[in-house]
């Protein structure tokens, strides 16, 4: 798929520069064995990680009855009420996100990857998806804003998810990351290339927590990874 926001799997050494021998490739590659590609629009942290938590939880039939997903977008959208979110401002997008969640669900088994993949790859449900997901990290950060203020470089905590958050196409930060995990109550492994090091930097976000999802980023941009199965 050309010009793809999100791709097919692909080998892990599609991320190399042909004939590397760097430290942090060959550590890469012995953990994980593929990568799948996310569209460099400054919404790929937000594309990915509802790519890989929605693969990860319909690939999993007990997971998905014990998660109950549908009912955990749909009372995700009293987190952005009680932020003092309109209904009309997020109503079409959850219902995108649920759409989404609803057809996938009801494809056969094995079809369900292909399905998932080619309605991430329609622009405006993509982002659309994208959008719901930036409202909710924007409106847990509100509603814990005795917590989050502490971290956050801007006049304010409102202005920042307005500016920082809930605008398209802008780069999250850490901060982000981890509203948005405790949002949707998940754990999020973050593998960063960045850094002199010739160690890979691991992130467990929250901390001590089992990731169900793996991300890679590399110079201010997340793809998807997956692990090699263990020995």
């Keep these: 798929m050309a010009d793809c926001i999100v791709s097919c ?9 042909e004939q590397t021998s760097d430290a942090k490739h060959k550590d890469l590659s012995s953990q994980f064995s593929s ?6 629009d400054g919404n790929c942290f937000y594309r990915a990680l509802c790519f890989a938590h929605l693969e990860s939880v319909l690939h999993n039939a007990r997971a998905l009855q014990s998660f109950r997903l549908k009912d955990k977008i749909i009372q995700s959208s009293k ?9 009309s401002s997020f109503k079409h997008h959850l219902n995108t996100l649920l759409k989404v969640v609803d057809v996938v ?7 369900q990857e292909d399905t998932l993949l080619r309605l991430f790859n329609e622009q405006m449900t993509s982002d659309s998806v994208v959008q719901y997901l930036r409202l909710l990290t924007s409106a847990h950060l509100q509603n814990h804003a005795d917590f989050f203020c502490n971290f ?9 998810c307005q500016q920082e958050v ?14 948005l995990s405790q949002a949707l109550d998940i754990c999020i492994h973050v593998v960063s290339m960045e850094g002199d090091e010739q160690q890979l930097t691991h992130h467990i976000i929250p901390e001590g927590d089992e990731p169900s999802l793996h991300l890679l980023y590399q110079t201010s941009h997340y793809n998807i990874l997956y692990p090699r199965p263990q020995q």
């Design 9 to 17: 799997k692909e080998d892990i050494s599609s991320l190399f520069p």
């Design 35 to 40: 990568v799948r590609k996310v569209l460099g």
């Design 79 to 87: 987190v952005l009420s009680s932020a003092g979110f309109d209904e």
């Design 105 to 111: 669900e009801q494809s056969q088994a094995e079809e």
């Design 152 to 160: 956050v470089e801007a006049p304010n905590l409102q202005m920042y």
């Design 166 to 179: 809930e605008t398209m196409a802008m780069e999250c930060d850490h901060v982000d990351i981890l509203a």
